[in-house]
């Protein structure tokens, strides 16, 4: 909770403005120099940059705090993902979609992207069908319906 606290103060103190609060348990810093995040040493497992493709090329970082790692523990990520799928769903009108679909609508930038980016070091959760499939059944929401001998799989609310 201090360490939590600290690193807030830290960067308000340097001017940062929060971007986004999630749950009072993260906070999102956007554009950060990459020295100041650089000279915070010792807060790696609460403080860590948004990964990217090119995050070496880049200027300005978003840094993301958690208050502690059961944050971001699979229960909560669990319901931050299915959150997620429903936004999908539900933005494009529909109560059923196929798996591929919904994949590709996914958006990592969102709270659970950037968690599942933070615990995962560098991997967003659609890079590997499997690990996006093992998130969508692990949501209670997949289904699969053999058509012709195929079998698709479906989001279903």
């Known amino acids: 909770m201090k360490r939590f606290e600290k690193v807030l103060g830290y960067f308000g103190k ?3 403005v929060v971007g986004d609060i999630i749950n009072d348990d993260v906070v999102i810093f956007k554009d ?3 020295d100041d995040y650089y000279n915070l040493e010792g807060y790696g497992d609460i403080c860590c940059v948004e990964v990217d493709y090119n995050y070496m090329n880049r200027k300005k970082y978003d840094v993301i705090v958690v208050r502690n790692k059961k944050v971001f523990g699979n229960k909560n990520m669990d319901l931050l993902f299915k959150k997620e799928v429903r936004r999908i769903m539900e933005g494009r009108g529909e109560g059923k979609m ?6 590709r609508l ?3 930038k969102n709270e659970f992207g950037l968690l599942y980016n933070f615990r995962s070091g560098r991997w967003s ?6 690990r996006f499939e093992n998130w ?3 949501s209670g929401m997949l289904v699969k319906e053999e058509i012709n ?3 698709r799989r479906w989001m279903v609310i």
């Open 14 to 16: 340097l001017g940062y």
């Open 32 to 34: 950060v120099k990459w």
């Open 125 to 130: 959760v659609n890079d590997y069908s499997d």
């Open 136 to 138: 969508c059944r692990r």
């Open 106 to 108: 996914f958006n990592n």
């Open 98 to 103: 196929l798996l591929s679909d919904i994949k």
């Open 149 to 151: 001998v195929y079998k």
